[in-house]
């Protein structure tokens, strides 16, 4: 079943014309691998530079402005797209221009949230029209198309969050887009299951980095430091609007984690000013292990 | 001055004894670096296999037991120490055995904590001996003298603490040691700004990814991550003894860091229950200029 799905992709697939909808950091990587790998693929960003950077590297054969002349065209032409945008953004656009879209059309989404956008745009789709929501962990702490060509996709992994209003069709469609892209680490999780995980692996991680940083200006020791702090804070370079998005779209998940980290932080805290040397070690083992078993499931 | 120093101690040097006083990652990696430079090094050690390990691979040419009929000897016939015990040991051990160290020796240690060990070791030295401390800040995840040879010493930091009772010379003797060992940025600090600084640069990240370890056993969500777990929590991998113990000699100004760090976690909390986007935004502004600037500062 999967075999034939991706044959056919890969037959058929040089006639239909892709849209991408936000030319940011993956949604430019997404233009520029799909247009290198022979595919037709068009490009709307509501930032002139970016649509000509796209240009004259090929990244797109044609590019429009959202409320532009070709912008209608374009959006009726596609038969596949892929939103690079916010999720706010997202929803807004679809609300807004989702009826251009013509039946038989697929489309996939790149955000790192997915609870209040899958069902929500599932539910206003024209007929015909299908969203299957995927999610590649290829981040990096730059943004803009300027950075997409330092993307990579093979190591990454590419999550796939299908409801049960998505046809086996569309799931088949959305993992050969992600072995066209590279991804070598392709799952399936319920839009559910994927906030919780992204709580965890992305957002708490992503708290504690800003949160280090911002507890108090200690760069004048930057020159003492070992890898520890640069480890723990790299991620503290965020793209500010589409991290508070992300934080805000998943609050509940985030707080919970926050809550459960805190906790034991506390915990630590509280025996250390007890002098409780044994349960500090115990703290230690047991971080020790987990690390350990983490470490084996490593790719 | 310093040049001259630097000058007797490669010309005059190769006739002195070292002892390294326990073979731990960091005494093994000095053993192994002395011996291979031709300098004369003996050690001590309290397990039999690390002496084994050592003599087999030439990392010392002697080695005793504490207590065995040689131990005396070695201590008496050291002219240079090295001390790699944990804070507790080391000045049990300077209390039992101090009086056998003759007038002219002199000895440091690796020490990842200063305060209350520097000045009651000092203290208590026989006339004539100097313990001028300092801190190679080169650990590891691992421990233990089978894994010194992977210790690398060039990229880190070499702190030097001295104190009013330390002589000029002896603080060149361990500036010229740290240039031996191929350390290439060497600084000095004194005992209270060096524990400070080690309380935020590695006692607080350590003490971040123990809780994040320890907060939930979120092992079965590894194969989703990206770097951002991996990179937090790769120093949750800790040995529990000699981490309880430099916490311990360093509680004050720990328990200050991590009452900043969760002042600030708790305000981005905050922010994010109340929906407060603007507060988001600003935060991930701070840490992103703070984590650049951090960034020009590093080697």
Known sequence: MMQDNTKNYENGEKQKTWLIVGLGLLGGKYAQVLSGKGYRVTGIDCDAATLRFAQERAYIRAGALPGSEDFTTLVQQADYLVFGLYPTAFLDWIKQYGQLLHPGVLFTDVSGVKRGLVEPIQAMLPAGVEFIASHPMAGRETSGITHSAEVAFAPANFIITPTEKNTPAAIAWCRALAETLGFCRITTLSVAEHDRMIGYVSQLCHA??????????????????????????????????????LFLWNKDNLIGEIDMFEAALTQLRTRLAEGDRAGLEEMFRLSTARRAAFDQKEP
Not at 226 to 240: E, F, P, Q, W, Y
């Open 208 to 245: 504690i980095a800003v949160g280090l940083m911002c507890a108090s200006d200690n760069t004048d020791l930057a020159c003492y430091t070992g890898d520890s702090v640069r480890d723990l804070t790299r991620i503290a370079r965020i793209n500010d609007k589409m991290w508070a998005e």
